[in-house]
């Protein structure tokens, strides 16, 4: 699409000698079709890709495929006459991607996804496939006049998620649709108990990866480029993890203090748990709960790569605390709970597909359901802080204003002087503020 109109531009760039084959094409159509027929996760599609230059090519059409699917749809509809079978809607939708999108030649594009279809035994398609390419090529600029023409088409979300966020944020809706679209960096946090900011920073640079401090979480580098962890100087060893860096904030908010108790009830994979035995160096009594027990191990081996010992991992649903409150009450405890993530959708483009309105209300009333259980647990003027990865105030605020409606114990404290947005119980980070992911903050201190 006209660059102009083509809102996060993607920049996969080859040179003509190194295209990657038809196969990589039809693997990104496969993966594809197991997210949008099969409800299956980007997470656990690549744990199963080996690793390669055509599985990078293919993942990047995966992603931008994804990022993009509901105005590839509209165009889809537009241009086929009947809907095709969905695993050759999705070599056309990502056909559609790479013509549209990627910085490859258009008869290489068309090429090697006419090869795709026959790579994925739909021979007589082939000549469909073609004809829907290069009518692309032929009608771009009318075809992006009529994509223009709807929201779905220009902004590439459900219509839902377009009514939801303009509800909720009548004057940033539109920024927030298009940095979600955008591509999220690689942020890390410096464990300040292992090695400063600065000196990491300097460390990065002689590894040959530039890097820029965050402006919002004093743990916070952002690198230039993304690497592989393995790479990262001191990685094995915990001087830094990989984390957005609003998510960075959550431990200074909670702000545990040494001998506390503390509990993390939704911790998996791990990465809020980490920082909290990082900013107390380890000395807190940390109980770990996580409803599912592989995600609890990932907990599990990122506690023991920082190496910090003071852990109590339970694999147990939070909602049911009978199964592992020991009857001490708790001085601080995290509810990062699970949510819509619509504040992640730029790392996780899958959720465009996977989450639906009704999914929304079912997540809103888990939360609801975790801080009505979790709250007996607190001991009297402890603190909680509940947090979310959406930008949904259905997640948000009005959770917490339920809550707070309900218990006249639960004082609502205020975040001063931090630079998020703040909205009526909490405070907000807007998708692509400082370049971080959207979160949502709210903060209950428990009176006597
Ligand atoms: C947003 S994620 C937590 C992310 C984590 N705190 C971190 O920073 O890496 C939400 C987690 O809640 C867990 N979960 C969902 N329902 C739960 C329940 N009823 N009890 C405990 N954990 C639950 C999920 O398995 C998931 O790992």
């Not at 086929?80 to 999705?90: G, N, Q, T, Y």
């Not at 006419?114 to 009318?142: H, Q, Y």
């Not at 819509?340 to 639906?356: A, E, F, M, N």
């Amino acid at each position: 699409m006209g660059c102009v109109k083509c809102r996060g531009f993607d920049s996969f760039d080859m040179n003509h000698s190194s295209y990657p084959d038809d196969s990589s094409r039809a693997r990104a159509a496969l993966a594809l079709n197991q997210v949008i027929t099969q409800g299956q996760t980007l997470d656990a599609i690549w744990q199963e890709w080996p690793p390669g230059r055509d599985s990078t090519f293919a993942r990047e059409i995966v992603y931008g495929s994804l990022r993009y699917l509901p105005r590839l749809n509209l165009l889809l509809s537009v241009l086929a006459s009947e809907r095709p079978s969905p695993l050759l809607e999705c070599l056309c939708i990502s056909a559609l991607y790479q013509l549209l999108y990627l910085r490859v030649p258009t008869h290489a594009t068309v090429h090697e996804n006419v090869a795709a279809a026959k790579v994925l035994g739909m021979v007589r398609a082939a000549p469909m496939v073609n004809a829907i390419l290069r009518r692309t090529i032929r009608e771009r600029d009318s075809l992006i006049q009529t994509l223009e023409a709807s929201e779905v088409g220009r902004y590439a979300y459900p219509q839902w998620w377009i009514d939801e966020v303009k509800s909720d944020w009548p004057q940033e809706w539109e920024s927030l649709l298009v940095a979600g679209n955008t591509r999220a960096p690689m942020t890390l946090r410096i464990n300040l108990d292992r090695i400063t900011r600065d000196t990491y920073q300097s460390e990065l640079a002689a590894a040959g990866f530039p890097a820029q401090l965050g402006s919002l979480a004093s743990t916070a580098i952002r690198l230039d480029r993304p690497c592989a962890t393995d790479r990262l100087p001191g990685f094995t060893t915990g001087w830094v993890s990989v984390q957005d860096e609003a998510a960075q904030l959550a431990a200074p908010f909670l702000d545990p203090q040494p001998g506390m108790r503390v509990l993390d009830a939704c911790s998996a994979p791990g990465g809020k748990t980490a920082h909290l035995l990082e900013y107390t160096r380890g000395n807190i009594y940390l109980d770990v709960v996580d409803k599912d027990p592989e995600r609890l191990e990932r907990v599990r081996s990122t506690i023991k790569r920082i190496g910090y010992g003071t852990v109590r991992l339970i694999s147990a649903d939070a909602t049911h605390p009978e199964d592992f409150f020991t009857g001490e009450c708790y001085d601080r405890i995290l509810i990062d709970a699970p949510c819509s993530g619509s504040g992640v959708v730029r790392r996780h483009p899958d959720i465009k597909v996977t989450r639906t309105r009704a999914g929304v209300e079912r997540a809103q009333k888990l939360q609801a359901q975790l801080l009505e259980t979790i709250w007996p647990l607190l001991g009297i003027s402890g603190r909680l802080l509940y947090v979310t990865c959406s930008i949904f105030e259905r997640e948000n605020d009005q959770v917490i204003g339920g809550f707070m409606a309900r218990h006249p114990d639960a004082v609502c404290e205020r975040f001063p002087s931090n630079p998020l947005t703040e909205t009526k119980f909490g405070v907000a980070c807007q998708t692509g503020r400082g370049d971080c992911d959207g979160f949502y903050f709210a903060r209950l201190r428990k009176s006597g």
